[in-house]
Structure formats: C-alpha cells, structure tokens
C-alpha cells in the first residue's frame, strides 16, 4: 500500500520541472536588479574587499611565518636603533648646517674655515690661446 506522501509525489512529479524553470527566473531577475540597483561606488568597495581578501589569502596567510619574522627583525631593528640614539651624549654633536638660519651657517664657516688661508705661491692662471688651424694643415697629395 502507498503511504500519501509517495502519492502526492506522483501526482505532482509532472510539475518539478515547472517550478524549477520558474524559480531559475525570479532568481535570474532578482540577481539582475541587485546589479542594477548597486551604484558604482559600492560596487568599487565591494571589488576592494575582495581584493583584499584575495591578496590576504594568496600574499600573507600562506608565508605568515615569514611575514611574522620580518616584522620582529624590524622591531628589534627600531629598539636596537632607538637605543643607540639616547645613548649618543648631546656635547659631541654639532648643530647641523642645514638646520641653522644663514646668519648662523656664516657664522659657523667663518670658525670651521678661519685658518684656512690661499697659498701665497701659487702661479696666476695662464690664459690659453689657440692657434689658428691653418697653421697644422698638410695638404694631400695623390
């Protein structure tokens, strides 16, 4: 003896392919207007977070040990630097040129170049003069 549920699905097996025809529609439809009501700015965040996710998953998660590595030699690079740099003593460090205004650039040029004076000896430029090119011609002879 048939129970009704095996009845029922005898009866309505006709119409399966009906309906699935007519669900493929309405979801055809559906999917068209969510494209057409998102504007393009969202379409463009949504592109960036997939790109995002795509670059996470395909850039760092599989090297994360590598990624994690280089992050702490940096750190340890910035602490080592850091370190150094409140170490230095402020007397041994002169005030760069380029920071000071031009009255004190002068200032400090005039003490770091004072004894520097042009060698009394030295011979005057020689102006040169060039000699006429016709003086070197040699004609050809055949």
Request: hydrophobic share 50%; charged share 20%; net charge positive.
């Amino acid at each position: 003896m048939k129970t009704p549920r095996e009845i029922l699905l005898a009866r309505n097996s006709a119409a399966t392919p009906k309906l699935d025809a007519i669900r493929r529609k309405v979801v055809e439809k559906l999917q068209i207007s969510a494209r057409k009501e998102q504007s393009w700015p969202a379409a463009l965040v949504a592109w960036l977070i997939n790109c995002s996710n795509t670059f996470w998953l395909e850039l760092i998660w599989p090297c994360r040990r590598i990624w994690t590595g280089l992050a702490a030699i940096w750190l340890l690079i910035l602490a080592v630097n850091l370190a150094q740099h409140e170490a230095t003593p402020a007397g041994k460090i002169s005030a760069a040129p380029v920071l000071m205004s031009f009255s004190e650039q002068q200032r400090w040029m005039n003490e770091r170049f004072a004894d520097r004076a042009p060698a009394a000896d030295a011979e005057p430029p020689k102006i040169f003069v060039p000699k006429p090119r016709t003086e070197n011609f040699q004609p050809l002879t055949v």
